[in-house]
């Protein structure tokens, strides 16, 4: 059973459509993972949600997450 070049193509892009939510939602798992606070872990969240799009942002999350 060989996939078609559109089956591949499908994948690839599910795949990738996976990958770049994990990588937008990394500051959210890193801020539960951190014991940061329920309102905290909620801005961190919608920053990322918001933000995400936009390498400065999704950095400023990401950093809010991590910090003590």
Do not use: H
């Amino acid at each position: 059973m060989a996939l078609s070049p559109e089956q591949i193509l499908i994948i690839k892009y599910i795949v990738a459509g996976l990958a770049l939510c994990a990588i937008i939602l990394a500051p959210a798992y890193l801020a539960a993972k951190n014991d940061k606070g329920k309102a905290d872990a909620m801005r961190i969240r919608v920053a990322s949600w918001v933000f995400g799009w936009t390498g400065i942002g999704w950095l400023l999350a990401l950093f809010w997450a991590v910090k003590k």
